[in-house]
């Protein structure tokens, strides 16, 4: 009896701690499992908001209401495009406005388009509504008198100059002919900026045709050098109406075009009014080192090292500023007018917004919305073939966001430069 109880106690204290050690096991595993399931439900509850979100928010979404009448022939106020009409434009087109650069204008083609506008449309100019002045020589601003004056008037403004055409074996019919097929009017200026020139003024001759009288008054700016900054032209008008004390409602400028099949799932075409414009900032970059003969080369020259810091610019672009400008404004009208799934995206873009941003930083177009670009538009070094440099320089011109200042494009160049400099040199070394 006594080795019985001797062997009989440990035995039982082994086996009530086994089924606390059971116990305590069975409880944690189902205290794990239990959280597991847990976190399983709460991740599923989640996701199953946000997918209610995305449908929600989807189908709610409604195209705008597009309240304007069709334009038809019929119609007392239709402006038919008529052989006198094309043949102004394409004349107009034929006349070699073009600017240089600053200062260098072709001063003479101004003064030639000047007198077509004046034979081409009598009635604008001999109108006791319309009073034209000449800006500061080859700018043209019109006012119109309305019959209540207690309103602001606004602006229609245009430009009269062009850019130079370059590569001409390019070009599949001359920029200055003013080619007219069974489609379009072509040539240099046709849609910068000579078609809104042209367009204003035949809308103008036309309503005054008719009697019309407007209620509001408003200029017409057509400026003379807006290719090279405006400061001639623009900077002149816009000097003169301060002097006088004008305050303008708004000015409607040259701005976007219609869009047709650009954006995957938008199946129908759209227009795009510009509501906000890039500025821009051009910065020089230069090198200077010891010139020298190009039988004794320097390990680097002035040449190389710029290069290597143009190709830096060139694969370090600005930040993805998507979200900070109008950008995702017109993303989200779009999306009642696209195709699922492209529709959930664009009307989520509360949670899509990554995913979008780096689409269109894809294509350069749509880059060009959502950062400040950077181009490097000029480039030199060197004279002479068999003699070293002594400096190279570089322009890189950057068109910047609407969220972005001058002074925060020009720090991130700077940063960017340096930073991109060290690594080609430890690189290097």
């Known amino acids: 009896m006594l080795s019985f109880t001797k062997v009989s106690v440990p035995f039982t204290a082994f086996r009530c701690l086994s089924l606390i050690r059971n116990s ?57 495009l008529d052989e006198k009409r094309i043949q102004t434009l394409s004349q107009a087109i034929s006349i070699k406005t073009v600017s240089y650069q600053q200062g260098i204008l ?122 090279v900054m405006g400061t001639q032209g623009a900077r002149e008008i816009g000097k003169l109406l301060i002097s006088r004390g004008v305050k303008l ?45 190009s039988s004794l080369p320097p390990k680097e020259t002035a040449v190389g090292i710029l290069a290597t810091a143009v190709a830096a610019i060139e694969h370090t672009p600005h930040i993805n500023m998507f979200g900070r400008g109008p950008e995702v404004e017109m993303f989200s009208s779009l999306s009642p007018l696209v195709n699922f799934p492209v529709r959930v995206v664009l009307s989520n873009l509360w949670i899509f917004s990554p995913i979008v941003s ?17 181009a490097v538009t000029m480039f030199q070094g060197g004279v002479k073939s068999n003699v070293v ?11 910047i966001h609407p969220a972005q200042s001058i002074q925060e494009v020009k720090l991130s160049f700077v940063i960017n430069l340096f930073r991109e400099i060290i690594a080609a040199s430890l690189a290097f070394f």
């Open 24 to 80: 305590f096991v069975g409880t944690m595993a189902a205290s794990v499992v239990k959280k597991f399931l847990g976190t399983i439900f709460l991740l599923f509850a989640c996701v199953l908001v946000i997918l209610s979100l995305l449908v929600i928010k989807t189908l709610l979404s409604s195209p705008h209401k597009q309240e304007f009448a069709k334009c038809d022939p019929s119609d007392k106020d239709f402006i038919k």
């Open 249 to 293: 409602q708004y000015i409607l400028d040259e701005g976007m075009t219609i869009f047709d099949h650009c954006i995957p799932g938008v199946d129908e075409a759209f227009a795009v009014v510009g509501t906000s414009e890039k500025g821009f900032v051009s910065l020089n970059l230069t090198v200077r080192l010891p010139p020298g003969h």
């Open 106 to 227: 072709s001063f003479g083609a101004l003064k030639e388009i000047h007198q077509l506008i004046f034979k081409a449309y009598p009635i604008l100019h001999t109108s006791p509504l319309v009073h034209l002045e000449t800006v500061n020589n080859y700018s043209l601003l019109y006012y119109v008198k309305g019959s209540d004056e207690a309103l602001k008037p606004y602006m229609l403004a245009a430009h009269l100059d062009v850019v130079p055409a370059e590569n001409l074996e390019d070009w599949d019919v001359p920029p200055f002919a003013g080619v007219i097929d069974d489609k379009y009017i072509w040539g240099r200026g046709a849609i910068d900026d000579k078609h809104s020139v042209f367009g204003i003024l035949e809308a103008l001759e036309f309503l005054l045709k008719r009697g019309e009288h407007p209620v509001r008054s408003f200029y017409v700016a057509l400026g003379h050098d807006e290719e």
């Open 389 to 399: 440099p002594s400096s190279a320089w570089a322009v890189v011109n950057h068109r």
């Open 358 to 374: 780096r689409l269109l930083s894809h294509d350069r177009a749509t880059n060009a919305l959502i950062r400040t670009t950077t």
